[in-house]
């Protein structure tokens, strides 16, 4: 499966993005999908998490800020980034795999390229 993110940008802090991740496959909805992100120095990070049945998971820092959701007709996963801080600053990866669900980055066997979400004044 090919993931391909969208969306990233620069954005003053408390703003808001919308990520934007497609998948190249016509059993999208046998996929469990999540986000990743990595900040300059740091190692790779869970953010997000949704399953088959639309159950949702979230690193506690972005909990209640960030909404994951999917659309099964359009292969393509969203993230919808509000209230965000400088510490949201990294470059955000999207993950698929057809047997886990959960935020074990090693799990994941399908990597999007990645995009980069920059927050700053």
């Known amino acids: 499966v090919q993931l391909v993110e969208s969306g990233g940008g620069l954005v003053q802090p408390g703003g808001s993005l919308r990520l934007s991740c497609v998948a190249s496959?016509?059993?999208?909805?046998?996929?469990?999908m999540a986000w990743f992100r990595q900040a300059p120095g740091k190692a790779r990070e869970f953010v997000a998490a949704?399953?088959?049945?639309?159950?949702?998971t979230y690193q506690e820092s972005v909990e209640g800020r960030f909404t994951i959701s999917r659309d099964n007709a359009q292969a393509t996963m969203y993230l919808q980034m509000d209230n965000l801080k400088t510490e949201d600053t990294a470059v955000y990866y999207c993950?698929?795999?057809?047997?886990?669900?959960?935020?074990?980055?090693?799990?994941?066997?399908?990597w999007g390229q990645g995009t980069q979400v920059t927050v700053s004044s």
């Open positions: 496959t016509r059993t999208f909805e046998d996929y469990a």
């Open positions: 949704i399953n088959w049945r639309d159950s949702t």
């Open positions: 993950a698929a795999d057809a047997a886990y669900w959960g935020n074990r980055e090693n799990m994941y066997d399908n």
